[in-house]
């Protein structure tokens, strides 16, 4: 793929990287490419960041085709950059393409814009430890019409951002409220896509649980309210007695690549882990009896999130004692140990930036 390059005159001043937080900064360039039902995918460019164009009659702001996927490059030891499963997020957009009725980008254009883009960029990945370089590829319909129908345009951009910790709590338990007045997905609907009006429809659920002095909320199905489904911005796994229970991928939750990669080592750990489905109320048991061991999150932002508190109908449980479990800390450290290049990756999911 032939990728143009459009240099700024003045590069951005760095911010600390001990003060990044997330998605406060981004980087000096991003990536776009132009898609329309002529020419397909085409001119494909690296430019100055800066703000978009809209019109408007653009089709994203009225009827939201929008997808987006979330990834990071990462500072090893070695002063080396690396990324992570790349080809697992671009398989991913294809699907929530689809289901949105947008042209997939296919995986090998994904992934060498990625590279391409990061490898500009690379004096931005940062290198104190917890630190990484946030990539944020997404795609949304820029034709200009109104018209309830999939549009004719579209437009691929990334763009990078240095963070911290998703949380301040770091690695410190958060506060879980558990929702059962409003849905996030249900069977047949875009739960298993990764859209922005997913994210848009939790917000009144997220705004009631931080009012109540809740981190996240934990979605039930929305058929029943009855099973547990998954965090506003994370899958979530929890160690009842010496099983560790997972939602299943069947159409409502996001297929998430951390909670991919952390069944594939504790399977080879030797963990019983079950994808099936859990009620809130034999979870809620599990708590009163102290059968569920450790309760944790699991996404690209957070990586893992240790879980202390559960709030359910105005009924609070406490995990492992408000501490960050031992199967949580080793769990964080073996991935995150593969990611920063700082323990041999015996499963081939590293790709290194040149």
């Excluded at 018209?147 to 990334?158: C, K, L, N, R």
Aim: net charge negative; with cysteine; hydrophobic share 40%.
């Amino acid at each position: 793929m032939k990728i143009r390059f459009i240099e700024r005159e003045v590069l951005k001043e760095r911010p600390d990287q001990n003060a990044l937080g997330f998605g406060k900064y981004f980087t000096d360039y991003m990536f776009m490419m132009d898609y329309t039902t002529e020419k397909g995918w085409h001119d494909a460019r690296i430019i100055p960041y800066g703000p978009i164009q809209l019109d408007p009659s653009m089709a994203v702001l009225h009827y939201a085709q929008e997808t987006f996927e979330g990834l990071k490059a990462y500072r090893r030891n070695d002063g080396n950059v690396q990324l992570f499963r790349p080809e697992m997020n671009a398989r991913r957009m294809m699907k929530s393409n689809e289901r949105l009725c947008m042209p997939k980008v296919p995986e090998d254009i994904f992934i060498e814009a990625l590279k391409a883009l990061v490898s500009v960029e690379k004096d931005w990945v940062p290198s104190l430890e917890e630190t990484s370089l946030y990539i944020r590829p997404f795609v949304y319909a820029n034709e200009v019409a109104l018209g309830v129908h999939p549009a004719a345009s579209y437009q691929f951009v990334i763009i990078l951002s240095p963070v911290g910790e998703y949380y301040k709590e770091g690695m410190s338990p958060i506060k879980i409220w558990v929702e059962d007045e409003f849905v996030r997905a249900v069977k047949g609907g875009t739960g298993f896509a990764k859209c922005g009006g997913n994210y848009a429809g939790g917000l009144a659920a997220q705004s009631k649980a931080n009012q109540a002095g809740y981190a996240q909320v934990l979605w039930l199905d929305g058929n029943e309210k009855k099973y547990v489904e998954e965090v506003g911005s994370m899958n979530i796994m929890f160690l009842i007695d010496d099983e560790i229970v997972t939602a299943p991928i069947d159409g409502t939750i996001l297929p998430g690549i951390t909670r991919d990669s952390l069944i594939h080592i504790l399977k080879d750990w030797g963990y019983k882990v079950s994808e099936r489905r859990l009620s809130i109320d034999e979870l809620m048991e599990a708590a009163r009896t102290k059968r569920l061991k450790e309760a944790f999150g699991t996404g690209t932002a957070a990586v893992i999130a240790p879980i202390g508190e559960l709030s359910y109908k105005n009924e609070q449980v406490q995990i492992n004692n408000f501490e960050t479990g031992e199967l949580t800390q080793k769990i964080y450290d073996e991935l995150t140990g593969i990611q920063w290049g700082k323990i041999k990756d015996s499963y081939g999911w590293t790709v290194e930036v040149k």
